[in-house]
């Protein structure tokens, strides 16, 4: 019934930015918290970062100050700009998201199917 669908990865030196950005599509009547997770070869998945729906922001101490998450609650759209890439942030980076999809329903938690972000010379 939702989609999550994440673009924007990629090959990118260390140093580099790359912006990850991830749509919900579907039967939506309003998505509380959005979010990034990671998981690189051979470890957990890890969060990254999320927003709430009135924007309050929460980061992994690994990325603060280095990534940026921002979301448009009229597109159902959130973002996670990278800047100064390590390769430690080499990783598979899922989008997340809790949505209600009717009004007076539980919201119902969500996961895209990835975005491979790759840092490296």
């Known amino acids: 019934q939702v989609q999550l669908v994440e673009s924007g990865g990629g090959l990118v030196q260390p140093g580099g930015s790359l912006r990850l950005s991830c749509v919900a599509f579907g039967t939506i009547f309003s998505i509380n918290t959005m979010g990034w997770y990671r998981q690189a070869p051979g470890k957990q998945r890890e969060l990254v970062a999320t927003?709430?729906?009135?924007?309050?922001?929460n980061y992994a101490d690994s990325v603060k100050g280095r990534f940026t998450i921002s979301r448009d609650n009229a597109k159902n759209t959130v973002s996670l700009q990278m800047n100064s890439l390590k390769p430690e942030d080499a990783a598979l980076y899922y989008c997340n998201a809790d949505v209600r999809l009717y009004k007076g329903y539980a919201d119902m938690n969500y996961w895209g199917e990835g975005t491979l972000v790759t840092v490296s010379s």
């Open positions: 927003i709430s729906s009135g924007g309050r922001t």
